[in-house]
């Protein structure tokens, strides 16, 4: 009787067994037919209109200094000396908004300034390849580092003037850095 038992066991594995593989071979075989129908129905989908709409910023076409308007106390005075120490040391470099905020540009954007609720932050797209011996750059990214100021005195403890130079030098001799080589 045990042989009888052991052989109705196998008879059932066996049968499951080509189940399983059936079932298997079912999906595979369904697996293209569902992407196709979901293809088909992405395709056939209506854009809408926020696909087909560029994003523009709502500060395009503003001047900075119409954008400098809206800064006030120890913030708009920085921006001041930062535009000031940029002109003396980088008399070709250009600045308009982009991205949000002020960009300074010599053959490729340099360096940006963007205000907070505390703080502002003057940045270079080059941080990262900055000489910075006593650290006063933030910031973990491949590339872009920046100053982090929480008053107008912080303005005479920081080295802005080597930083933009440096960033001027680098974009001269490496060309702008938001084209990746």
Do not use: C, Y
């Amino acid at each position: 009787m045990a042989t009888k038992k052991k052989s109705s066991a196998k008879k059932t594995t066996a049968k499951t067994g080509k189940a399983a593989k059936t079932a298997k071979a079912a999906q595979k075989a369904a697996a293209p037919k569902k992407k196709a129908a979901a293809a088909k129905k992405k395709a056939a989908a209506p854009k809408t209109s926020a696909s087909t709409t560029k994003k523009v910023s709502p500060l395009r076409g503003t001047s900075v200094d119409d954008w400098a308007k809206k800064l006030t106390g120890w913030q708009a005075d920085a921006l001041k000396i930062i535009r000031a120490l940029v002109t003396r040391h980088a008399p070709d470099a250009t600045l308009a908004m982009k991205w949000g905020q002020p960009v300074w540009e010599h053959n490729g954007p340099f360096a940006w300034l963007r205000p907070a609720a505390k703080h502002v932050s003057f940045g270079f797209w080059r941080g990262a390849e900055l000489d910075d011996p006593d650290g006063h750059l933030e910031g973990e990214g491949d590339r872009m580092r920046h100053l982090k100021m929480t008053s107008a005195a912080d303005l005479d403890e920081l080295p802005i003037e080597r930083f933009v130079k440096e960033a001027v030098a680098l974009n001269g001799a490496n060309g702008d850095p938001t084209k990746r080589r």
